[in-house]
């Protein structure tokens, strides 16, 4: 019985692919296609297993950025990203000319720039925008916050630093205060945005984000009215004080509407006015044609350098989530998942302690087991791998494809929550974010179609280190990356056991997260290793040269 009558009988977990690479003078090639080849042991896995899991929340303070909005997957359903911020002056104990110049708070401005790329022509500046997914009208509300967002841990004797997790959204809900305003049917736009103080004649021009008006009387009686007071004299006081403000949006008609944006951009000012201490030739303060004394525009500039935090609430179906909660950690599965957020991610376990190929001292590859796993075998024959590969197919049937779909996966060690040594040696890392690192992390590989067909990643040092180096295998993490250049992670609330030893000290767990799969809202279905369709299943290419 030939290897593919007995995958479709046994169904057997993994397929590996031997073939050969180059050759030399000095060097004898072998060119073995496993694909081709008959098992001798029944219901074994092929040395590795694949499946996924969820999790309950990550941390989401000190991202490289943030998310605001809703997105609706077509397979994971809806996504929606609210943001708790908080507020830091810029000048701490500020003044304001109370005394003789009379003041008075204009307007309050709260400004969250896109990620966008301008070009000037003829004094005219047009934006391109990144990371935006959609455009349908959504709800958007500001509050003001009573939650303490403390700096560090006092269940740590606050020797470490406070972290906190996209799942505690009901948790700031109930310190949510008083609302300060809202916008009904935000949607984002490529043009600049002006703002007119009317008592002083000035404009105020803002680069493209959402840019809402809160209200005057909140932050007189907040900030402009306690001048000199403990509260403004640092920013500890004042984040004590003022909590911060909490954005949450609400669907008003199906559809998209989250952009990705960075926090260290974001404002709020306080714009006020006082009149002009310019005096004309008679002594006077200086007026306008209209006999009114001149009044000059000042702005209380605050931002968001303090903590900042992203919640998610998310609807993944029932099916996938069963699928999730109870995966064949052994065997592996026929689906993998993979989503960002708050999300999903699979695991692989590249061998499995498997013993289902023998090596001859020539290099020779035959299907009777010897007694030692694959990985020892494929120590034992020393061979020169020139190029293994991960291959992960789409599964077109559940994904349909097109703009939805990650253009990259993104994949990690659990024991150290490092990246694999090919990400360090990677000719491209200088390349746009789009197109970096893609010799290990290639891109989703389309179809003429535009729908995705699969992604290759290339593992060729770190199966050679497996090899040759005995480097510890410990099982692999896999999952959408929106820019794989950032390398940043961040902690799961509760670690995921991925093997489970003997020694519990030896357990191991995936216990952190890449940032920029926090920041990607979107996600895929991929074959697995049990994938009914045989062509289709998880595949490592084993490119391998066996010296003489």
């Not at 401005?109 to 790329?117: A, D, G, K, Q």
């Not at 009686?221 to 909490?246: A, D, H, M, V, W």
């Not at 209380?300 to 935090?309: E, K, L, R, W, Y």
């Not at 990246?419 to 491209?428: E, H, K, N, R």
Request: aromatic fraction near 8%; charged fraction near 20%; proline fraction near 5%.
């Amino acid at each position: 019985m030939n290897m593919k009558n007995t995958l479709l009988k046994l169904g057997a977990i993994f397929t590996l692919i031997i073939a050969l690479a180059s050759c030399e003078e000095d060097f004898s090639t072998v060119d073995t296609d496993i694909i081709g080849q008959n098992f001798s042991t029944p219901n074994v896995v092929m040395g590795v297993t694949a499946y996924s899991r969820a999790f309950n929340g990550v941390q989401t303070n000190g991202l490289i950025a943030h998310q605001l909005g809703i997105y609706n997957d077509p397979v994971y359903d809806q996504l929606k990203a609210d943001f708790l911020g908080q507020v830091r002056m810029v000048t701490p104990d500020p003044t304001f000319p109370h005394d003789t110049l009379t003041p008075q708070v204009e307007k309050v401005i709260l400004h969250i720039p896109f990620f966008s790329n301008s070009t000037t022509t003829d004094d005219v500046t047009t934006f391109a925008l990144d990371s935006i997914y959609g455009n349908t009208p959504i709800r958007v509300s500001v509050y003001e916050s009573d939650y303490l967002l403390r700096t560090l841990d006092p269940d740590t004797d606050f020797e470490q630093g406070q972290l906190y997790y996209s799942n505690q959204g009901l948790e700031f809900d109930a310190a949510m205060g008083q609302l300060l305003a809202q916008v009904d049917d935000f949607v984002p736009s490529d043009l600049e945005q002006e703002v007119i103080f009317e008592s002083t004649g000035d404009t105020l021009t803002f680069n493209p984000g959402l840019l809402m008006e809160l209200p005057v009387d909140f932050f007189e009686e907040k900030i402009f009215n306690r001048e000199g007071q403990p509260e403004l004299l640092t920013n500890n006081n004042f984040s004590e004080f003022f909590r911060g403000l909490y954005i949450k949006v609400e669907e008003v008609q199906s559809g998209d509407n989250l952009f990705i944006f960075n926090d260290e951009e974001m404002t709020l000012n306080m714009h006020y006015s006082s009149e002009t201490t310019t005096l004309d030739d008679n002594g006077n303060q200086e007026t306008d044609d209209d006999g009114n004394i001149i009044r000059i525009l000042n702005n209380f500039a605050m931002n968001f350098s303090g903590i900042n935090v992203n919640v998610y609430d998310t609807n993944v179906p029932a099916g996938i989530m069963a699928a999730l909660n109870n995966p064949d950690t052994q065997n592996g599965e026929e689906t993998l998942y993979v989503r960002g957020g708050d999300g999903i991610v699979t695991m692989i376990d590249l061998f499995n302690n498997t013993d289902n190929i023998s090596i001859t001292a020539d290099g020779e590859v035959l299907e009777e087991p010897n007694g030692l796993d694959d990985l020892e075998e494929l120590r034992e024959a020393d061979w020169i791998i020139n190029e293994a590969n991960l291959i992960f197919y789409v599964d077109q049937s559940r994904v349909p494809g097109g703009a939805k779909e990650p253009e990259r996966l993104i994949i990690y060690e659990t024991k150290n929550q490092n990246v694999l040594a090919d990400y360090s040696v990677d000719l491209t890392s200088g390349n746009d974010a789009v197109d970096a690192i893609t010799t290990h992390l290639g891109r989703l590989e389309r179809g003429s179609d535009a729908i995705g067909d699969f992604y290759k990643i290339r593992i060729t040092t770190h199966l050679s280190n497996l090899i040759n180096r005995d480097s510890l295998n410990v099982p692999l993490a896999v999952t959408v990356s929106h820019n794989v250049s950032q390398l940043d992670f961040q902690e799961l609330e509760d670690p995921l056991l991925v093997l489970d030893r003997p020694d519990p000290e030896e357990d191991i767990f995936l216990e952190d997260l890449p940032n920029t799969s926090i920041l990607s809202p979107e996600g895929t279905v991929l074959h697995g290793n049990l994938s009914p369709n045989l062509e289709k299943r998880l595949k490592l290419q084993i490119f391998y040269t066996v010296p003489e």
